[in-house]
């Protein structure tokens, strides 16, 4: 079977800065493919290039079997993209929006009416039907915006964070709205910077750094190759910060991952017997500890492991995002190595 | 969507490599559809048709009648197709800070994304547009007779100089349609179309006499495009007469069409 997406060596240049350096992705039909990386790290100019919007500057890509710089058109017929900022058009309805997008892409003004009418419906959005987008939230725009590329059911959907800035709940629903979509066969390529989100969804994930890809495979396999486990540690208020890490690094001879804001100590650990040796070393030593937790490592852990630096480093450093992201509070914003 | 399985292979097999015209033709008129509603719901975007013709044609006709032509009524014929010309080519002026604009907004990415015809997005606005040379022609020939000029070409000969202003209009719109696609911002789309259209209607004979310029002006005004629409429109608003000067007008027309229209697609595109 042909992939969804095909794409080798990809390259796309702004200048001195190689935004995408040398890419190679291979996506099966109906997975959904996470492409995790930071502000700036190159994944909407990689997934602009795949989907048209941007040329590319080296390598080769098709979308089911279809070569994405000798046929920008057919493929176009082939996807639907979802963009960082809602591209619906402001002035219009929702309806007309939807209507207008049909009639685009060749629909008859009945069909595009009735397809507007029963997107509109799937994705909750009947009673703002008739309102002005200028009107509506931005959860509710992410919704029209996802419902505008599903017009044609074209058999791959391009998300680019799909959502970024959206509250908890309206995310959630987000998410499983994305996991119908591949239930009816479509493939999902998504971009996010939310390493929850990637392990939520994706079936399989490719870490993108500097324009490069740095690792790629389930959630689980990039999880087993940082460490089996992770020791969480929380420090008592006022207690010895670095001290505590000596004994851990003593103990288990792994070097801990500290957020000293919160009084965080992450660490690898091998098999969860070795937690007592830590425990016992830190309690000779006179440093008390809030609480203790053993868990799998999260994929922050694995991004740096990966990269050795972690995921908000890389701001504002290469034309990727041209607008900033929001704050990625998951994310420990300073690690002492 | 449960219901509906989606088949990629079926979907390979159905894609187009190029839109055909028919496509086309419905692209633009749906992008033609999108700048109604737009127009519609922005009546402030209606302004410069309707109330410029109002207020130039009255300044125009009370300052310069009496210096020029001796009374108002008697600069009336030799200005109002002047005023016609002026007018319109500033309603097309309009098209490219719009299109500017437009770029920028976010749906344009949804656009670009969609396979459709390139020109669609700049065809269609234009196709709107004409309704806005339309209503501006038909205001200030109104305002024309509100101050008592009574064309000599009648009925038809008035619809003729509109028709010919709405060509040229649409044709012009061409031109700030491509600065629309390279400008960097709307702002510098207006200051750079105002460097173009200031020279080109003054230094014309929309509103003086050729024969009071010095030598070397006359030379220029005579070979500007926008002299020889405003000679036609007097010809048939006066005479109900097409004369050759028509006919330049449209080669002109069409010349500014075969370069600037290709060249705003080919300009359209490398924003991709």
Redesign the interface.
């Given at each position: 079977m042909t992939a969804a997406v095909n794409a080798h060596g990809l390259v796309k240049a702004f200048g001195d800065v190689r935004a995408v350096d040398g890419i190679d992705l291979d996506i099966g039909e109906g997975e959904i493919f996470g492409v995790l990386g930071p502000n700036g790290a190159g994944k909407t100019t990689m997934l602009k290039m795949l989907a048209t919007l941007l040329k590319i500057d080296e390598g080769e890509a098709s979308i089911f079997g279809v070569d994405v710089r000798r046929e920008p058109h057919r493929v176009r017929q082939l996807i639907g993209v979802t963009g960082q900022y809602a591209s619906v058009d402001e002035n219009l309805t929702a309806t007309e929006n939807l209507w207008m997008f049909g009639r685009l892409q060749g629909l008859s003004s009945r069909r595009s009416r009735d397809t507007a009418a029963q997107l509109l419906e799937q994705f909750g959005l009947t009673d703002a039907a008739d309102k002005r987008i200028a009107q509506f939230s931005g959860g509710m725009r992410r919704r029209l915006d996802l419902a505008a590329s599903l017009i044609t059911r074209p058999p791959l959907i391009f998300l680019d964070e799909p959502t970024t800035g959206l509250d908890p709940r309206t995310r959630g629903q987000m998410w499983e709205t994305i996991r119908d979509l591949v239930a009816s066969g479509c493939t999902v390529l998504l971009t996010t910077q939310y390493l929850d989100e990637a392990d939520q969804l994706a079936g399989r994930i490719a870490v993108i750094d500097r324009g490069r890809k740095v690792a790629e495979g389930t959630p689980d396999e990039l999880k087993t190759s940082v460490g089996n486990l992770t020791l969480q540690l929380r420090l008592a208020p006022g207690a010895d910060f670095s001290l505590a890490a000596d004994v851990v690094r003593r103990q288990l001879g792994e070097e801990p991952v500290l957020t000293p804001e919160s009084g965080q100590l992450n660490v690898a650990l091998e098999t969860a017997d070795r937690v007592a040796d830590v425990l016992i070393g830190l309690r000779q030593a006179g440093v008390h500890i809030a609480s203790v937790g053993v868990d799998k490592p999260t994929l922050d852990e694995v991004f740096l492991a990966l990269t050795g630096h972690d995921t908000a480093e890389d701001e504002s450093e290469q034309p990727d995002a041209t607008v900033p992201g929001p704050m990625r509070k998951e994310i420990p914003q300073e690690v002492a190595r | 969507?449960?219901t509906?399985?989606?088949?990629?292979?079926a979907?390979?097999a159905?894609?187009?490599?190029?839109?055909s015209p028919a496509?086309t033709f419905?692209?633009i008129m749906?992008?033609a559809?999108?700048a109604t509603?737009?127009m519609r719901?922005?009546p402030e975007q209606f302004f410069d048709v309707t109330l410029q013709p109002i207020l130039f044609t009255a300044m125009f006709a009370y300052i310069f009648g009496g210096a020029i032509s001796g009374s108002v009524k008697s600069y009336l014929p030799l200005m109002i197709p002047g005023i016609l010309a002026q007018t319109v080519l500033t309603t097309s002026m309009a098209t490219g800070t719009q299109l500017r604009e437009d770029i920028d907004?976010?749906?344009?990415?949804?656009?670009?994304?969609?396979?459709?015809a390139r020109i669609?997005p700049l065809a269609g606005p234009m196709v709107a547009d004409l309704l806005r040379y339309t209503i501006a022609a038909t205001i200030t020939f109104g305002m024309g007779l509100a101050l008592g000029y009574r064309p000599g070409g009648g009925v038809l000969g008035v619809v003729g100089a509109i028709l010919l202003a709405v060509i040229t209009g649409w044709s012009l719109a061409w031109v700030f349609t491509c600065l629309g696609t390279v400008a960097r911002s709307a702002q510098s789309v207006q200051g750079i179309s105002m460097m173009i259209m200031f020279p080109l209607t003054f230094l014309s004979n929309a509103f003086v006499p050729v024969d009071t310029l010095p030598g070397w002006l006359a030379a220029f005004v005579k070979v500007n495009p926008v002299s020889h629409l405003v000679s036609a429109d007097r010809d048939l608003a006066n005479h109900a007469h097409v004369s050759v000067e028509a006919g330049w007008t449209l080669v002109a027309c069409v010349i500014v069409i075969a370069v600037f229209a290709p060249l705003s697609v080919k300009l359209y595109k490398r924003h991709?």
């Open positions: - | 969507m449960t509906i399985t989606i088949d990629s292979r979907a390979v159905r894609a187009q490599s190029r839109p496509d419905r692209q749906t992008m559809w999108r509603k737009k719901r922005n907004k976010g749906v344009f990415d949804r656009f670009r994304s969609l396979p459709m669609a991709l």
